[in-house]
């Protein structure tokens, strides 16, 4: 698997990842046609376009975040957001002048590290229900992310990306799921930060370390594509534009072994590390998002934005349709990791 990064000095340089289990299953399906899929177009990039993925999908409105009694209340009304944490301890609405809605203000206390561990709590995080009917087989996020002005990056700490089935993090197996977060590490360094099945890691796997530095005191647009391989194939592809810049392009990738498994929406998750506290913030400080949007493939279906309480009873959105029968996206979801 090569895996393309463009450094900051404008320069391609492959790097390449062979993990065994990887290897296998390219060896697997050599002497297999794998059945096409409406992904199978947009594992290529249109000759001579570097364009951010956006343009290639529906267009999506970033999702509607509305002022409420509480953060915690507008943030689960706009993204119908299940698996919910540190948001009402650690984040706060903002607005800004160049957003046309609130921003949400994450903080991370001094000495935090990830949720799951003994130190304070820092950073927050949720699963949105928000946005994919079924759950498809391409999908494009997009966002704004701003760090404060002197932010102090430390060892590295996690960022919003998609995730599929089960959504493993926190050194879970990805054998019903997957998870493409994104990662800060030292001084600004950015990857793509991957819960894929037979990774070969007990984490998750580091892709395209140090292809950008992320900027401080200043807006960025982060956009993020993931083309789903086919069962039994190793032909997933994931991308990252970081301010409109292809900086990330990674082919190759086994996101999932069985159909049922698809993309289903955003994994939203900051915190510095790690558990341990070599990871932790060396002081209070923030970090603030915006302007999500999640655009499906051309002729998927999308939500909008709501209060998910008036979801019609039986609807399917988002997940429903891959779960086994008698479970639901909010039981399967409910578990808090890190």
């Not at 900027?215 to 534009?241: F, K, S, T």
């Not at 999500?292 to 051309?298: D, L, N, S, V, Y």
Request: net charge positive; hydrophobic share 40%.
């Amino acid at each position: 698997m090569a895996i393309r990064a463009t450094f900051s000095d404008g320069f391609m340089r492959p790097r390449f990842l062979c993990i065994a289990a990887l290897c296998v299953a390219l060896a697997a399906c050599s002497g297999a046609g794998p059945e096409l899929t409406a992904a199978a177009d947009r594992r290529s990039l249109p000759d001579g376009s570097r364009s951010a993925c956006g343009g290639r999908y529906e267009r999506a409105a970033p999702v509607e975040v509305r002022p409420a009694a509480t953060p915690l209340e507008s943030i689960r009304r706009a993204f119908r957001a299940l698996r919910v944490w540190g948001v009402a301890e650690n984040v706060r609405l903002v607005a800004e002048a160049a957003h046309p809605q609130p921003a949400l203000a994450v903080r991370y206390p001094e000495g935090s590290v990830a949720p799951s561990s003994a130190a304070p709590k820092g950073g927050a995080g949720f699963v949105s229900s928000s946005g994919l009917e079924g759950g498809v087989e391409a999908a494009c996020l997009s966002y704004r992310l701003r760090f404060a002005e002197g932010f102090a990056f430390a060892r590295g700490g996690k960022l919003p990306g998609l995730f599929g089935g089960d959504g493993p993090v926190g050194g879970a197996a990805a054998d019903a799921g997957f998870s493409t977060r994104l990662m800060w590490r030292e001084g600004g360094q950015g990857e793509l930060y991957a819960y894929l099945p037979d990774r070969g890691v007990a984490h998750g796997l580091s892709l395209g370390r140090g292809a950008w530095r992320f900027p401080v005191g200043r807006w960025v647009e982060v956009e993020q594509e993931i083309v789903l391989n086919d069962p039994g194939a190793a032909n997933g592809v994931a991308r990252v534009w970081i301010g409109g810049e292809l900086r990330l392009e990674a082919p190759g990738l086994v996101f999932r072994h069985a159909a049922d498994v698809r993309i289903e929406g955003l994994m939203f998750s900051t915190f510095f590390g790690g558990r341990d506290p070599a990871w932790a913030s060396p002081r209070d400080q923030e970090a603030l998002f915006a302007d999500f949007a999640i655009h499906p493939p051309e002729g998927g279906r999308w939500h909008e934005a709501g209060d998910v309480r008036a979801v019609p009873t039986g609807s399917r959105s988002l997940v429903t349709s891959a779960l086994p029968k008698g479970t639901s996206f909010a039981s399967r979801h409910s578990r808090q990791r890190s």
